[in-house]
Structures are given as structure tokens and as C-alpha cells.
């Protein structure tokens, strides 16, 4: 049966840790530590969901390395957002046949939005034989028990999901940055969008309580975390579910209250719930990073009500207008989906002339892909592909010209720079700084800025 909302019982917890204890005691006792590879597909979500599962594969006793062909376990945490993601996956689990012959006993485990859709495991179990573990993200708690059945059982794991709308808490992560972290404020969407396969693989939205977040970003500034992403798959959703009358904007307020030298910033927000409540909790907070990324999906308003986003094109310029008015210095990114079924050469122009009157820091741009179970992939879709990628093309240049502008303005600017690996940092836009000159990685530095590509700023310390 579904379920909208089920927290997990901290003794059901507790139970993942003690399992996590015993394969470390087994491992223990091995001559060297084992190794897993984990390899992560799609979103941010993905990210962090990959970071609970190094944690838990760190409480057992693994060491990590990146080389499929040493690792004892590889893990694929998957992505199944558009087909060209899902093939490319397949393809490259079915070269773990070679890693698997090299290493005989190497476990293989696929999890990950891909492995939550009904059709996969029996695709898994009939055409990939290599592969031990399957689960989706509702699973994900859960983890250590799967693999203990399969460490002891010798069968091969297809996990049954005991129902969507899962809520974990207080699991192990392993953080992948010193200074960047991920924080989860709620899961899964209700919006339907109809070309998105999201809402039928992480359920329905379900908002983390607001003592565990705030505990979270404190514990996480005072292990030295000085850029906070807050990740939901429609924050500006969050606190509808609590039925406690608690909003995003609301939330955004009390953790920028939080003491400390740290940045927020929050991923994904829909336009039609993103409204002046939330503009002035951003433009109020000096925490809150000038930067918001505002998916349009499309610049003309028939498209965007086929694919159920809720908002027309004019309403979307008004958003950022008044954005800009409040905050002249934010970085505004977007997402464009290119070729939605039906969309004609004047709809697409639309979105051009959108794209031209929005001036976008940097677009993220896709092809349409077909998801089985969704609303759009029963639309008729007379466009060839190759008129889809000339278009696709097309407002790819004209991207890129606006990003490249942008960022040839920065030049003779200098900015603060949150350093996150030798000569290479983050403006507090969110854009990518390659810099020469001392700077301590995990730390803010100030940074002239000398050049600029299409994707990123060249510059010196100061
Ligand atoms: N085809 C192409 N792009 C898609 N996205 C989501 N679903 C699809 C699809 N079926 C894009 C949207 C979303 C981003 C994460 O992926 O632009 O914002
Ligand atoms: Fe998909 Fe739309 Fe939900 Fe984003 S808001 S996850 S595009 S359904």
C-alpha cells in the first residue's frame, strides 16, 4: 500500500546501525579494509543521498576508492530524469561484467530514482546477472539490511519497497566537501509537471521537521560548513504538509539567524510558489547567496500549461524583475526543456524571446525525453529530431553569448570567494572562479578578477 507520509521509528534506525557495527566487526578481521566505488547519476538529491550511503558504507568498515576494479563494492546510485541518462547508466553497468570477472565476489549494487520505477528490477534481474542489489529511494534507510541479506543470503536482493512517502531520520553521511554541504529540508514533489518522471519515483512532498533542520545547519557550521545547500525538489513547498502554518520563507529566515560566517543557498524552486515572501527573506538575509535558480522550462504560455507548470511567461518576468529590483546583484539560472511534444517553431521562438529578455547567468538546457507513466509521453510529437536539436542548438548559442557577456562584467571586480579545491572557488553567485595565488581551501578569499569564459571567471588572490 502507499503511504504519504512514514517516519521511520528510530529503533528501525538504531537496527541499520547495529547491522552497520556487525559488518564492521566482520570486516575488522579481514587483512586490509574492503573498497567501494560509488558512482553517482542526476541531481543534487542523488548527491546527498550518496553521501548517507559512503556514511553507511564507512560504518561498515569500507575504505573508498574510484577504481571499479579494485572495489569490492560498487555502488550506482542512478537517475532516470531523461532516457539518455537511463541508457547511458545500463551501458555502464554492463561493462561491469569485465570488474566483475577481475574481481570475482565484487558486489554490485543499483539504487537511485531508476531503480524505483516498476518496470526496472525485472529488467535488472533478467538482462543484467552481475548485479546484486537493487533498491529505489524509498529503500535507501534501509541499506545495511539489504546488504546483509545479500552478504549472507547468497540470493540476489530485489527490494520491495514497503510503501512510498518514507522519513528517515539521523542517518550516517559522509561528506564529500570540508566546507559544502547538502541539507535536505523535504522529499518528493507534487506538482506533476508533465513530462517528469519525479513525482512517480520520490512520492509525494513530505517536509523534514524544523528543530531536526536547524539542528542540522547548526551542527554543520560548527564542523566549519560554510556554503549550505538546502535541497527539496520544490522548496518553496516546504512546511505545507506540517500543517503548522511553517513556510520556506519563514525557515529561510531562522536558519540565516543561525551564528556563524556561512552562505545559503537553497535548490529546486518552482516559479508559480516563488513570490515576494520569499524575495525579501533572501534579499533580508546577508547569509542568503545572491543566487536563485528559477527553472522556466518554456517562454511560451500554451507549453507551459501542457506541461502543467502553472504560471504564463509574462508572470515569470514579473518574478524576476522584482527580483532583480530587490537583489541588482543576483545570479539568476534557469532550466529550459527544448522540443516538449506539440511545441511548434513559434512556441519555441517564444522561449528564445524569453531567454533574450531574461538574460540568464547560465541555463541548463535539455532535449524533451519520453518517460513511460507520464501525462506528456502520450501527446502527439510530430517534430523530427533533427528539428528538435536545431532549435535545441540554437538556443544553446544564444545561452552561452548571454553567460559569456555576464561574465566578461565581472572582469576588474573583486569578489569573495568561498575556496573549494587548489585555485578553484565559488562566488557567492554560485559562479565558478579559477584563480592564481595563496588561498586555504575551506576558506574565503578575495579574488581580482582578471578574465572569463562562456562557463566560469579567471582571477588573483589579493
Ligand atoms: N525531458 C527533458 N528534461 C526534463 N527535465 C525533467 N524531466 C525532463 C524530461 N522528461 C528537466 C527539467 C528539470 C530538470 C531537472 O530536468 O528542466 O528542471
Ligand atoms: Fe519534476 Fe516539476 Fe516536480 Fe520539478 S516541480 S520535480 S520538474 S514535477
Known amino acids: 500500500m502507499s503511504e504519504k507520509r ?6 528501525e534506525i538504531e537496527n541499520q546501525r547495529r547491522i552497520c557495527r556487525e559488518i564492521f566487526a566482520r570486516n575488522a578481521q579481514k587483512s586490509t579494509s ?6 553517482t547519476y542526476g541531481c543534487q538529491q542523488n548527491e546527498a543521498d550518496s553521501e548517507i550511503l559512503r556514511g553507511f558504507l564507512r560504518d561498515m568498515g569500507y575504505g573508498f576508492t574510484e577504481n571499479e576494479y579494485e572495489a569490492d563494492l560498487i555502488l550506482v546510485n542512478t537517475c532516470a530524469v ?28 543499483l539504487c537511485g530514482c531508476m531503480a524505483q ?22 529503500d535507501l534507510w534501509r541499506f545495511p539490511e539489504l546488504l546483509l541479506e545479500r552478504l549472507d543470503g547468497g540470493k540476489r536482493v530485489f527490494a520491495k519497497s514497503g510503501g512510498e512517502g518514507v522519513l528517515a531520520e539521523d542517518l550516517p553521511t559522509a561528506r564529500q566537501s570540508p566546507c559544502k554541504a547538502w541539507l535536505s529540508i523535504m ?20 517536509s523534514r521537521g524544523k528543530p531536526q533542520i536547524l539542528a542540522d545547519a547548526r551542527a554543520l557550521v560548527a564542523d566549519g560548513v560554510k556554503d549550505i545547500t538546502l535541497l527539496g525538489q520544490n522548496v518553496n513547498s516546504y512546511g505545507k504538509d506540517l500543517g503548522a502554518g511553517e513556510t520556506f520563507p519563514a525557515l ?11 552562505l545559503i543557498r537553497f535548490i529546486t524552486s518552482h516559479p508559480k510558489d516563488a513570490g515576494e515572501e520569499l524575495f525579501r527573506a533572501m534579499a533580508e538575509s546577508e547569509k542568503c547567496a545572491r543566487h536563485l535558480h528559477l527553472p522556466v522550462q518554456a517562454g511560451n504560455d500554451r507549453v507551459l500549461r501542457a506541461m502543467n507548470r502553472g504560471y504564463t511567461a509574462a508572470e515569470y518576468l514579473e518574478k524576476i524583475r522584482r527580483l532583480r529590483e530587490l537583489m541588482p546583484d543576483l545570479v539568476l539560472t534557469t532550466d529550459i526543456i527544448v522540443g516538449f511534444p506539440g511545441e511548434t517553431e513559434a512556441e519555441f521562438e517564444d522561449t528564445l524571446r524569453l531567454v533574450a529578455e531574461a538574460r540568464f547567468d547560465a541555463m541548463f538546457t535539455f532535449l524533451y525525453s519520453k518517460r513511460p507513466g507520464t501525462p506528456a509521453a502520450n501527446l502527439p510529437d510530430p517534430a523530427s529530431r533533427a528539428e528538435k536539436q536545431q532549435r535545441f542548438d540554437r538556443l544553446l548559442a544564444l545561452a552561452n553569448g548571454i553567460s559569456a557577456e ?8 573583486t569578489l569573495r ?28 578569499a578575495e579574488v581580482k578578477i582578471t578574465g572569463s569564459t562562456t562557463w566560469s571567471l579567471e582571477g588573483e588572490t589579493v
Open 6 to 11: 512514514r517516519e521511520i521509528n528510530p529503533a
Open 34 to 39: 574492503p573498497l567501494a566505488c560509488v558512482d
Open 82 to 109: 531523461r532516457e539518455h541518462a537511463e541508457m547511458r547508466i545500463l551501458g555502464n553497468v554492463g561493462a561491469l561484467n569485465h570488474t566483475k570477472k577481475a574481481k570475482p565476489g565484487q558486489i554490485i549494487v
Open 117 to 138: 520505477q516498476a518496470h526496472m528490477p525485472g529488467r535488472i534481474k533478467k538482462s543484467f546477472p552481475i548485479v546484486d542489489l537493487v533498491f529505489g529511494p524509498f
Open 187 to 206: 522529499y518528493g514533489c507534487d506538482n506533476f509537471c508533465s513530462y517528469c518522471v519525479v513525482p512517480h519515483v520520490r512520492g509525494r512532498e513530505r
Open 252 to 262: 529561510l529566515r531562522e536558519i540565516s539567524a543561525v551564528p556563524g560566517d556561512f
Open 406 to 413: 555576464k561574465h566578461a562584467a565581472y572582469i576588474g571586480k
Open 417 to 444: 570567494v568561498l575556496v573549494d579545491g587548489d585555485g578553484a572557488g565559488r562566488t557567492n553567485g554560485g559562479r565558478l572562479v579559477r584563480f592564481t595565488g595563496d588561498a586555504a581551501v575551506g576558506e574565503f
